[in-house]
């Protein structure tokens, strides 16, 4: 007598899994505010702390920095204790953190302020997508990872031009005192809403994990895994330094705009970045093979409007400037092409430690312009002039092709390792470890998808002769 056939998890009504991914999406959100809420106030955050341009840096420096050294332990944590309490934790720490920088009025105050907000940020994203794989078959997660990337862009657009409105009208305590007010209202939601699985684990069926230790060095291990942290690197920097800090003294100091018009330039970036999001996620999906040839092709993009920024005689015109945040929109989308490397070369059992080693690269190199654009403006500011010109901004703008350089050349190496790893070709379309068959783990495959799949065998090549003639009826 044959074995019976592993018992198939209950498909998870759509509308359930749609309402946790979108409360998980609106931490994420809510996240991006808080990370942003610095580069839209740092012309204000200047005067209030009295600080120099390289000493402003270091407000981001530690909020990054904390954000990329945290992703592997992160990831780790993710897959030991599930997304629900990762976004709890972080939005505690994040709330925290501004309410810190709402009341402080010395820079040691307002870094520690900066670094729990990083802490919190850095358990977000991944947080997020574990969601995504675990509620949702694993066709919809391009396309559900892109849409995660580009909404959860609309909280800088919370933190562009309504911040810097109250900011201006109610002052700087009651700005980031309203902030923290917000994510104590989602940190509500989420933790009655927000659940790891759709399906309970029984008490006695829970299988080992295999060690951390392990798991973490078998995700480094592999090829596809760096291919996805040299895409986060050379694709997110751009465009995350320019919203993040860079973008909005460039826009007011150095090309002469208001900060009414600059915070209005950048949220046309985040609304740009909702559109390119769900083509790139098409892309993705539709050329699975072909995912490096767009990386390169947003890099060198990238690359060549900044040139063209950068080499204009005198202030660029406003329909150029228009074009270079247009073209910065596809670094967010584009860097989430690696956390689909992440998931197409590692089954889910390390989905949160592969997602946490790509998740450095992007920050990592976001940490090294963030902070040596703050010097080279200090070094090419003339001695007495309060503000950094356009030339000292064109300086320091220059040093991105140095992290492109570099970046592209891993993207390249790591893209050749990972055909070589899997028998000549770019990447799996999908692991064949990612759909487990018991409840408790973790679902890249619903039921309904694995009832539709081709049955096999000889009674099935029978059945399906036997039914031709019909079929041909119903087509004509």
């Known amino acids: 007598m044959s074995a019976p056939a592993p018992e198939s998890p209950p498909q998870v009504p759509r509308g359930r899994a749609v309402l946790v991914w979108s409360v998980a999406l609106a931490a994420y959100l809510t996240a991006v505010f808080h990370r942003s809420s610095l580069g839209v106030t740092g012309v204000d955050a200047s005067h209030r702390f009295e600080v120099s341009a390289a000493t ?127 994510g104590a209202a989602v940190l509500l939601v989420v933790v009655a809403a927000v659940r790891d699985s759709p399906h309970r684990a029984p008490a006695t069926a829970a299988s080992p994990s295999p060690p951390v230790r392990g798991r973490l060095a078998a995700a480094w291990a592999h090829p596809g895994t760096r291919l996805g942290l040299w895409t986060h ?88 400037l228009v074009v270079l945040v247009l073209v910065l929109a596809l670094s967010g989308p584009g860097s989430l092409i690696g956390f689909d490397y992440a998931r ?38 003339p001695a007495g002039q309060d503000a950094p010109g356009l030339d000292a901004f064109r300086w320091a703008f220059a040093l991105q092709y140095v992290l492109w350089a570099v970046g592209a050349v891993q993207v390249l190496r790591w893209r050749n390792a990972a055909r070589r790893h899997d028998g000549g070709q770019a990447a799996p379309t999908t692991r064949p470890e990612a759909v487990p068959n018991h409840p408790d783990g973790g679902r890249f495959a619903t039921g309904s998808d694995r009832g539709r799949r081709r049955p096999w065998g000889e009674a099935a090549v029978r059945r399906r002769r036997r039914l031709a003639p019909t079929r041909s009826r119903r087509r004509a």
């Open 56 to 182: 402003l840096a270091t407000f981001s420096v530690a909020q990054l920095a904390v954000y990329a050294l945290m992703q592997v332990p992160v990831g780790i944590l993710l897959d030991r204790y599930g997304s629900r309490r990762l976004l709890i934790t972080g939005g505690a720490l994040m709330v925290a953190g501004q309410l810190c920088f709402a009341l402080a009025t010395d820079v040691p105050l307002a870094v520690a302020g900066r670094v729990l907000v990083g802490l919190g940020d850095a358990m977000s994203f991944i947080s997020v997508l574990r969601i995504v794989a675990y509620w949702f078959p694993g066709r919809r997660n391009p396309l559900l990872v892109q849409l995660t990337g580009t909404l959860g862009q609309l909280g800088a657009v919370l933190g562009a031009v309504p911040l810097v409105a109250l900011l201006h009208h109610a002052g700087w305590t009651t700005a980031f005192l309203t902030a923290a007010g917000l």
């Open 233 to 320: 690197f050379v694709t997110q920097f751009s465009g995350t330094v320019f919203a993040l800090l860079w973008g909005f003294p460039f826009l007011v100091q150095g090309q002469g705009f208001t900060p009414t018009a600059a915070a209005s330039l950048l949220t046309v970036m985040t609304l740009a970045m909702l559109l390119s999001g769900p083509v790139i996620a098409h892309l993705c999906s539709r050329y699975p093979r072909q995912r490096s040839v767009l990386v390169f092709t947003i890099t060198g993009v990238t690359a060549g409007i900044w040139a063209v920024v950068l080499a204009w005689p005198g202030r660029a015109p406003g329909w150029l």
């Open 344 to 381: 197409t070369f590692n089954p889910v059992s390390r989905i949160g430690s592969a997602t946490g080693i790509v998740n450095v690269g992007g920050f990592a190199a976001s940490i090294v312009l963030v902070f040596a654009v703050g010097v080279v403006l200090d070094l090419a500011t």
